[in-house]
C-alpha cells in the first residue's frame, strides 16, 4: 500500500487521488479526500511515511470503550424477599414489575420429566419417575437434582454447546471429507464437565495443556480444541494455504469461544469497533504457530504400560550397549550422529534406536495412529481423485 519515500510507487496514494480506476477510494458517497490532504499524505510518504511516536491507533482509543462487553461482570445486590435461592428472588422481581404471578408448582411427574430433559437431555425412565412420586423426604426434589447432576449423561448434554464452540466434527470437512477419529477429545469435554473442571483449568488445557509441566495424556488430548480445524487432502493443493487456514481458524475458536469476540477482523487492519490491534492478533497468532505437531497418539492404559515396558526396556538395552562398547571419540555411533536422546526419552514414535526392541516399539506406534486425536497438517501427497 505505502512504500515508504516513493508515492509513486505507493497504491494508497493512486486510490485517494483517484487515479487508479479499479482502487478509487473512498467508496461511492463518501466525500473524497480534498487535493491538500491528498497533498500532505503524498508528502508524509515522500519523508519516509513515519508514524510519530505515542500515536494511538483507533483500537486502542476503543480500548476505553465502556461497551458492556468490556466492562467486567459485577455481582449485583440480591432483591429482599426472603427468597432460599437468589435466583428465585430476580424472578420475582421481575414478576411483579410486570404484574404477573408465579404459577402453582408443578405436579411430581412434570418436575421429574422437566429436570432430566433439562440437565440430561433424557426423559426419565418409568423407574425413576415412579421413585420420586413416592419419595416423601422434605429435601425429595433437592436429592433428585443431586442425582441427576451426578448422571454422566450430564457432560454430554451440557458439553454439546461447547464442542460447537470447538468445531467439533468427526470428519475432516472439503471435498474428501474423511472420517476423523477425534472422540478422545469429545470424550475430554464431557469429563471435563462431569468432574466439575473449573472453567480456568479448562481454557488453560484445551489452549495450552501441552505446555503445562509434565502434561498428562489427557492435558494434550484437551488441546483438541484447537485442532478441530477443517483438513483439505484434495490432491493439488497448497498444503501450507490450508495449514495457515486452520491457525486463523484456531484464532477464531480462541475468538469466539473463550473470548466472545470475532477476532478475526484483525487479521486485515486493526479491528474497527473493539479494542484488539492487528499486531494483538498476530501476537497469539505467532504463538499458536509456534509448534511442530503431528498427531497426538491416544493409549488406552494397558498399551501405555506396554509402551513404557518397551521403552524401559530400550534404555536398558542403550545403557548395556555403552558400558560394553564406551565411546572412544567423536563419530563413535554408527553414521556419525548420535541418537537423539530427546526423542527415546519421550517415547515418540519417531524415536529412533539402536536395538532388536526398535521394530517392536515402532509397531505399537503404527497401531496407534488410527486412534490418533488428529491430523493437523494436511497430507500433500494424498492422489487426488
Ligand atoms: C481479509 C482481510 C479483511 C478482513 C478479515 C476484514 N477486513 Fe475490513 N477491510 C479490509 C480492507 C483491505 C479494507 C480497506 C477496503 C478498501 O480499501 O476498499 C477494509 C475496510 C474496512 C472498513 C472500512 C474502512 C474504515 O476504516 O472505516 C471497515 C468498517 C471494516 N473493514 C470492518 C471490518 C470488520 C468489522 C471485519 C470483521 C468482521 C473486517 N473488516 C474484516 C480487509 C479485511
Redesign the pocket.
Same mark, same amino acid.
Given at each position: 500500500m505505502i512504500v515508504p519515500g516513493d508515492a509513486g510507487k505507493s497504491r494508497l496514494l493512486f486510490?485517494i487521488a483517484g487515479l487508479d480506476p479499479d482502487?478509487k477510494?473512498?467508496?461511492e458517497g463518501k466525500t473524497p479526500l480534498t487535493k491538500d490532504e491528498v497533498g500532505r499524505l503524498r508528502a508524509w510518504v515522500e519523508q519516509g511515511a513515519k508514524v510519530p511516536k505515542g500515536t494511538e491507533t483507533?483500537a486502542a482509543q476503543t480500548a476505553k470503550s465502556s461497551h458492556w462487553a468490556f466492562r467486567p461482570p459485577v455481582r449485583p445486590a440480591v432483591p429482599t424477599g426472603g427468597f432460599q435461592n437468589p435466583i428465585d428472588a430476580f424472578i420475582r422481581q421481575r414478576l411483579d414489575k410486570d404484574g404477573l404471578k408465579p404459577s402453582p408448582e408443578a405436579d411430581r411427574v412434570t418436575l421429574v420429566r422437566r429436570l432430566s430433559l433439562d440437565l440430561l437431555g433424557l426423559p426419565p425412565t418409568p423407574e425413576e419417575v415412579d421413585a420420586f412420586v413416592r419419595d416423601t423426604r422434605p429435601d425429595a426434589y433437592e436429592r433428585l437434582v443431586d442425582r441427576v447432576l451426578a448422571s454422566p449423561h450430564y457432560g454430554e448434554r451440557w458439553g454439546r454447546h461447547w464442542l460447537d464452540a470447538a468445531r467439533y466434527a468427526d470428519s475432516d470437512g472439503y471435498e474428501k471429507d474423511k472420517p476423523r477419529q477425534v472422540w478422545a477429545y469429545r470424550d475430554w469435554v464431557i469429563h471435563a464437565l462431569n468432574r466439575d473442571l473449573p472453567y480456568d483449568q479448562f481454557v488453560i488445557e484445551q489452549i495450552a495443556g501441552d505446555l503445562l509441566p509434565h502434561a498428562t495424556q489427557d492435558q494434550r488430548v484437551a488441546t483438541g480444541y484447537l485442532r478441530n480445524s477443517m483438513v483439505n487432502e484434495e490432491g493439488g493443493i497448497d498444503p501450507e494455504q490450508f495449514r495457515m487456514e486452520a491457525m486463523f481458524d484456531r484464532m477464531d475458536a480462541i475468538g469466539k469461544g473463550v473470548l466472545g469476540l470475532?477476532v478475526? #477482523?484483525?487479521? #486485515? $487492519?486493526d $479491528?474497527?469497533?473493539?479494542p484488539l490491534t492487528q499486531q494483538d492478533y498476530y501476537r497469539t497468532f505467532a504463538f499458536l504457530n509456534n509448534d511442530h505437531e503431528a498427531n497426538v497418539a491416544v493409549y488406552s492404559p494397558e498399551e501405555q504400560q506396554k509402551r513404557a515396558d518397551l521403552f524401559r526396556q530400550i534404555r536398558e538395552a542403550e545403557d548395556d550397549l555403552k558400558r560394553r562398547h564406551p565411546p572412544t571419540g567423536a563419530n563413535t555411533w554408527p553414521g556419525g550422529r548420535k541418537p537423539s536422546a530427546a526423542t527415546s526419552r519421550n517415547g515418540s514414535c519417531s524415536a529412533r534406536t539402536w536395538t532388536r526392541f526398535r521394530r517392536a516399539a515402532r509397531s505399537t506406534c503404527r497401531s496407534r495412529t488410527g486412534r490418533s486425536s488428529r491430523r493437523a497438517t494436511p497430507r500433500p501427497d494424498t492422489p487426488s481423485s
Open positions: 486510490a482502487l477510494m473512498p467508496p483507533r470475532t478475526q #477482523c484483525a487479521q #486485515c $487492519h $479491528h474497527k469497533y473493539d
